[in-house]
């Protein structure tokens, strides 16, 4: 999974030349999580509650990088 997320990070990057690029993740995910930080993204947000689900409401995290600390801190 990692390989494909660098290639796809790569991408954005370089390709469509973003400034910044984040994820949304489920705060209880911790493999999603672990990875995302593997790769040098961040925790920038916690949203308790702010999404439906069919049995209550789902937390959200987000997670950033900006261009350059990816190419800086290229992994």
Do not use: C, Q, T
């Amino acid at each position: 999974a990692k390989e494909g997320v660098k290639a796809v990070m790569d991408f954005l990057f370089m390709s469509l030349l973003k400034h910044r690029v984040f994820a949304s993740v489920d705060p209880l995910n911790g493999p999603s999580i672990r990875l995302l930080e593997s790769l040098g993204m961040r925790k920038e947000a916690h949203f308790v509650k702010s999404y439906r689900l069919s049995d209550g409401w789902g937390d959200d995290a987000i997670y950033a990088i900006l261009e350059e600390e990816w190419f800086n801190g290229k992994i």
